[in-house]
């Protein structure tokens, strides 16, 4: 049997979700799937049992998401801070994360049928390794070029590169914080936090959390329009300075002359797309090679 179970919403559920699907919608959700151990206390189970229904209710929380549309989500399934917790739980749950997770990337190719599609990120040493290349990387490539340097850049150095930033960002169990998740790219994303605790998580809850999203929709739209038009005007602004600078170097009043000033933003741009490409695939390179090395290690 599918982990992502085949199979439709009954009918009421399926009545509500036509009605959510008529407002805006989130296209990536995040969730931070907390409380395992306190709903396996509350129902007197094994704590693993607590986790192994936790991953259970994911897979049920991904067909809701299916069936509502939503194509994007990313799971907080583990922290580093995680690895603190005994030996004993530890294993546990890196077992149950080969199981499941292994379950779902062989589901991979039925799922890319729906437009679904999965990547596992994450991994103790990424962590420290990505930031120490990043820095490294960047002080090395950027310091003669310091409007390479922006937070545009910063997000396409980001392991979620590919994915736009969470709309709506979901923290189950009562628990308002955000642990270190996501922390750059839901900046300007709707951020609800439910009672419930995570294996307990239901249909409804999920509409509730979209309900509360459509609700804040315009206002998060604005937010982060205005973020996005501000980024822009502050790189036009350090590029028209650096142009400023080059004409006074050619002995051109600051102003300077109208199609030259045109001229050198245009190239100003173009080289700095040039190379910040080159920045990035590098930087991919190196990641490439440190997968290829912890494969090879782990295997
Ligand atoms: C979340 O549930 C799952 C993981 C962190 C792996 P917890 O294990 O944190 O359960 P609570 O929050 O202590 O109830
Ligand atoms: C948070 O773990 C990460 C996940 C839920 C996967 P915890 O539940 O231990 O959260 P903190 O560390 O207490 O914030
Ligand atoms: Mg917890």
Redesign the pocket.
Known sequence: MSWIREGELTIIERFCANIIKAGPMPKHVAF???GNRRYAQKCHVERQEGHSQGFDKLAQTLRWCLNLGIREVTV????I??FKRSKEEVDGLMDLARQKFSRLLEEQENLKKHGVCIRVLGDLPLLPLDIQELIAKAVLATRNYNNDVSESLLDKCLYTNNSPDPDLLIRT?G?V?L?D?LLWQTSHSCLVFQSVLWPEYSFWNLCEAILRFQMNYSALQKARDSYMEERRRQQMERDQAYVTKKLQQEGFASHGDSRRRRTLLQKCTATREERIQGFLQALEHKRADFFERLCTVSA
């Open positions: 931070i799937m907390d907080y399934a583990f922290s801070e995680n169990s628990e914080r642990s998740f």
